[in-house]
């Protein structure tokens, strides 16, 4: 997907974000294209393919969906197949998450750790990464060996590196230089 690609989907996730939001139904509207994603995911090409008629694409997309959308997430979706869009329904899915987390005050943090954190540990990893960022913090933590002891902590375009690996990497860079 190119950047012009990734642009459009924000502004289509962002537009649907801002109507639901009127309403108050941000949750409903980001689970449900969230879900939808999912469910069409292997059927894509078939709503993009010229040869099918829009109304062919439209009643596949109703019976896909099994009538278990929300009237303004199937219209959105019925928009998206007629403005030739509907490839981007993936990235539309995940930007929307992201424009709905933004509005609740909600970031994402990933974390590698050398080891298993306990729940003491994430929730004090959690609440200092609030209080650095101002926001409430979600953490996804994976395990991975290789840094030898420490973590890594991503969050949005801010990397800290407190692992052994990344420790030894910086000292063998000082010794070099």
């Known amino acids: 997907m ?12 962002l ?6 939001q009127g309403l108050k139904e941000e949750k409903t509207i980001a689970e449900e294209l969230s879900a939808a994603a999912r469910a069409l995911s292997a059927n894509m090409s078939e709503f ?3 040869r099918v ?5 439209k009643s596949r997309l109703r019976a896909a969906l099994g009538g278990k959308y929300s009237k303004r997430t199937l219209r959105f979706l019925e928009l998206l197949i007629e403005k ?18 933004e509005g609740r005050g909600v ?26 960022v101002g926001k409430s913090v979600v953490l996804d933590v994976r ?16 990397t800290f590196d407190a692992s052994l690996k990344g420790k030894l990497r910086t000292l063998r860079g000082r010794l070099a230089a």
Do not use: C
């Open 2 to 13: 190119n950047m012009n690609d990734r642009v459009l989907a924000r502004r289509y996730a």
């Open 15 to 20: 537009a649907l974000y801002q109507s639901a």
């Open 48 to 50: 993009s393919h010229p």
């Open 53 to 57: 008629t829009l109304e062919d694409k």
């Open 84 to 101: 030739k869009r509907f490839i981007l329904l993936p990235q539309m899915a995940v930007d929307l998450g992201k424009i709905y987390d």
């Open 107 to 132: 970031v994402h943090a990933s974390v590698r750790a050398a080891h298993e954190l306990d729940e003491g540990q994430k929730m004090i990893l959690a609440e200092r990464l609030g209080a650095f």
């Open 143 to 158: 395990v991975d060996e290789t840094l030898l002891g420490g973590a890594v902590v991503r969050l949005g375009d801010w």
